[in-house]
């Protein structure tokens, strides 16, 4: 584990203001484009963006207060990221319940061109976030800024499947994709909900 400096400090608080930025304009698109076209997975990947907004806040906080010299403290430090962590379980059941109803229901989505062309930009933009926000936190050694970073990546892979349902409701008119690719999405949540919880995401620095 290496030492946090205030350059990687401040690196990382000008990745957390742009993730802060950037979702909640996608988040605002998503929700409206996924209640316009009735798609849970959009509606799905918009949530995700204002979770992971929480969780790009709760982790600013903190840099900023390291940034201003602040001593560390294990136990804010602690609290925070299992703060983090919760926004993954949330996110989790709101995919379950939505996904569970839209199967029971029936109900079909209709096609969300603003949805395609927004998740397609985010499969650019998400994982390159994420690799830089890991590759900041590793060298920090802070396990909060590295659960930050699975957020963005969670957004990432929930980018590539929402863009999938949507394409694949578009081109075939498969509408049990939707709530499936919400599924998935909740597996992933779960696994590094229960990773950042237990502070393990650090630890993973050679996978």
């Known amino acids: 584990m290496t030492t946090s400096t205030p350059v990687l400090a401040r690196r990382a608080l000008g990745l957390g203001a742009f993730t802060i930025g950037y979702n909640v304009l ?30 790009a806040v709760i982790v600013v906080i903190r840099l900023a207060a390291e940034v201003r010299g602040a001593e560390p403290d294990e136990r804010k430090e602690k609290i925070a990221l299992r703060a983090v962590a919760l926004t993954f379980f949330v996110l989790a059941a709101y995919l379950v319940i939505a996904g569970i ?22 499969i650019v933009i998400m994982p390159t976030l994420a690799a830089l926000k890991r590759r900041v936190g590793l060298r920090m050694g802070s396990a909060l800024v590295v659960a930050d970073a699975a957020e963005t990546r969670l957004c990432a892979v929930l980018s590539v499947t929402t863009f999938i349902a949507l394409l694949a409701y578009l081109l075939m008119g498969w509408t049990w994709l939707d709530p499936v690719a919400g599924f998935v999405i909740a597996i992933f949540a779960v ?16 996978h």
């Open 26 to 55: 996608e988040g605002v698109v998503a929700v409206v484009a996924g209640i316009i076209a009735g798609a849970v997975s959009l509606i799905g990947f918009g949530l995700d963006s204002g979770i992971e907004v929480i969780s």
């Open 101 to 122: 109803h839209d199967l029971i229901v029936g109900e079909t989505p209709a096609t969300s061109v603003v949805g395609i062309v927004l998740t397609a930009l985010s």
């Open 191 to 206: 696994m590094d909900g229960r990773e950042a919880w237990e502070g393990e995401l650090v630890e993973e620095h050679d």
